[in-house]
């Protein structure tokens, strides 16, 4: 029930945003559709709500992880323009493995998109149960698991267990 | 003043965007194109959105760039990670240069297993 609650706030959130400057009559059609939303798929997207509730888990996201984010999403496409502008093409392309402790679906999901955004990373497989990613690296520094996990996942794992877990 | 910065972040944009073109016709394979795809092509067009919110300001469009900006940045990385996900089970082969592909050996380990 939190779940549906929680998600018919986010609906009619986005449904105002959509409508801006929202009036009465908006508002009104804004919450028949966001209640039929939330009751349909509202226990789909938001499976464990008391993540919500911790003030804490906002204040790392705004503060510590959105600049990270945006800053090596930044280098990324610097990264990527300094390789395709040169003339000789520096790609040593590759796919490896990491691991991560992560365990839950929302932080997992956040962890593939970020890696996908930042510095010549890619992921391309996720295997949930043993805690794999694969990963295409356009520019494959080292082959073993376990520096390779140091290099790309290990700066958003930290963040991202503290915002998720 | 605020008109000018907003074409400075459209200009940006454009050229990040041109970036990303570049890089789909240079690069070698599916692989490598949809890393230059993703990439640049979001941040570029986040930063059109970005110069556009600042010229109109919190209208109708302006809140509406803002939004598409934050769902670009949701739904590009996961339409990369399906498409080359598919295309690696689908046996699109690495560019013949590539170095490691530890997906192919750790996927063959599991047909093996699934014969015995």
């Known amino acids: 029930m939190k779940s549906r609650i929680s998600m018919f706030f986010v609906a009619f959130i986005v449904w105002c945003l959509f409508n801006w400057v929202p009036d009465w009559q908006h508002l ?4 028949f559709v966001s209640a039929f939303v939330a009751f349909m798929v509202g226990d789909l997207f938001i499976t464990r709500p008391h993540v919500l509730m911790h003030p804490s888990r906002y204040w790392y ?51 593939a998109n970020s890696i996908t955004l930042t510095p010549g990373t890619m992921s391309v497989d996720i295997d949930k149960d043993n805690g794999v990613l694969y990963i295409h690296w356009i520019d ?25 877990d | ?58 209208t109708a469009a302006g809140i509406k760039s803002l939004l598409c900006m934050i769902f670009l940045v949701l739904t590009a990385p996961v339409a990369a990670h399906a498409i080359a996900r598919g295309a690696h089970r689908a046996g699109v082969k690495l560019w013949e240069g590539s170095i490691v592909d530890k997906y192919a050996e750790d996927k063959e380990g599991e047909a093996q297993n699934r014969i015995k």
Not at chain 2, 6 to 32: H, K, M, Q
């Open chain 1, 28 to 31: 009104v059609i804004g919450g």
């Open chain 1, 140 to 164: 494959v520094k080292t082959k073993d698991v376990e520096s390779a996990t140091r290099i790309i996942v290990d700066r958003f794992e930290k963040v991202l267990k503290k915002i998720f």
């Open chain 1, 61 to 111: 996201f705004f503060v510590y992880y959105l600049p990270m984010f945006l800053w090596e999403c930044f280098k990324a496409n610097l990264d990527v323009a300094y390789r395709v502008l040169h003339p000789r093409l520096p790609i040593y392309p590759g796919i490896v493995k990491v691991r991560t402790k992560l365990t839950t679906d929302t932080a997992l999901t956040f962890l």
């Open chain 2, 1 to 58: 003043m605020i008109n000018i910065i907003g074409l400075i972040f459209i200009s940006i944009g454009l050229a990040f965007d041109v970036f990303g073109c570049l890089g789909l016709v240079r690069l070698p394979d599916v692989y490598c194109r949809l890393q230059a795809a993703t990439k640049c092509v979001t941040l570029g067009t986040c930063s059109i959105l970005f110069g556009t919110f600042l010229i109109v300001g919190f």
